[in-house]
């Protein structure tokens, strides 16, 4: 994510800890169904404000990174109430601080759309990864068609930009995570929620060859 003010970090912090109900509703099944994938230690980047931690299997190893104090300061305060075995690192997932092969699992919901360099994010997870390791995601994309959400984004896109620290509204983040996870299945999704420019989303696993 962006460096951006303390009080776009703080905005964004609560506005996503606010949303949570929401995201539950919206991503609840497909979550379900895809943290069933994950192993025993699993990395999540972006963890941000929890939102993801009832769906891990309890006594994972949970390591989390996030860049963002404020958004850490939510996470911990819930993380006590599930069992698992939780470990937080503060910083950015373009550099991530562990040796090769480390995870069994890798985790990013909402995450590859505000980092800076996704593909330096996507070769990380790679390298982190065990042989046969499983990096599941949720994330936004562009539009693939000429539609309204299309124009929607267009319009938007600096001034979102700018508010949600980084977040890029027309990236094609499924066909970036294909090139370096060739072993990928990825479902492109319309959601008809009032977020209309963030309503096209991909959900999908990948391995690590």
């Given at each position: 994510?962006e460096k951006?003010?303390g009080?776009?970090?703080?905005?964004?912090?609560?506005f996503?800890k606010?949303l949570?109900?929401?995201?539950?509703?919206?991503?609840?099944?497909?979550?379900?169904?895809?943290f069933n994938?994950?192993?025993?230690?699993?990395?999540?980047?972006?963890?941000?404000?929890?939102s993801?931690?009832?769906?891990?299997?309890?006594?994972?190893?949970?390591?989390?990174?996030?860049?963002?104090?404020?958004?850490?300061?939510?996470f911990?305060?819930?993380?006590?109430?599930?069992p698992?075995?939780?470990?937080?690192?503060?910083?950015?997932?373009?550099?991530?601080?562990?040796?090769?092969?480390?995870?069994?699992?890798?985790?990013?919901?909402?995450?590859?759309?505000?980092?800076?360099?996704?593909?330096?994010?996507?070769?990380?997870?790679?390298?982190?990864?065990?042989?046969?390791?499983?990096?599941?995601?949720?994330?936004?994309?562009?539009?693939?068609?000429d539609d309204?959400?299309a124009?929607?984004?267009?319009?938007?896109?600096?001034?979102?930009?700018?508010?949600?620290?980084?977040?890029?509204?027309k990236?094609?983040?499924g066909?970036?995570?294909?090139?370096?996870?060739?072993?990928?299945?990825?479902?492109?999704?319309?959601?008809?929620?009032?977020?209309?420019?963030?309503?096209?989303?991909?959900?999908?696993?990948?391995?690590?060859?």
């Open positions: 994510m951006t003010c009080c776009k970090s703080k905005f964004n912090a609560v996503m606010n949570e109900w929401y995201m539950h509703k919206v991503y609840g099944d497909f979550k379900r169904e895809l994938k994950l192993g025993k230690d699993v990395l999540e980047i972006g963890a941000g404000t929890g993801n931690l009832p769906y891990y299997k309890p006594w994972t190893n949970l390591t989390a990174v996030e860049p963002s104090k404020d958004m850490l300061n939510f911990l305060k819930k993380a006590h109430n599930y698992l075995n939780i470990y937080i690192r503060e910083g950015y997932a373009e550099n991530l601080p562990f040796e090769d092969e480390t995870f069994d699992s890798v985790v990013s919901t909402l995450v590859l759309c505000s980092v800076k360099s996704p593909y330096k994010v996507l070769n990380e997870i790679k390298r982190v990864l065990k042989p046969g390791g499983t990096f599941i995601f949720i994330e936004h994309v562009k539009s693939p068609k309204f959400v124009k929607t984004q267009d319009i938007l896109h600096k001034s979102w930009k700018w508010l949600f620290e980084g977040c890029d509204l990236r094609e983040t066909k970036l995570i294909s090139s370096i996870f060739p072993k990928s299945k990825i479902k492109l999704v319309k959601f008809n929620s009032p977020f209309i420019p963030v309503n096209y989303h991909i959900i999908g696993y990948a391995e690590k060859d």
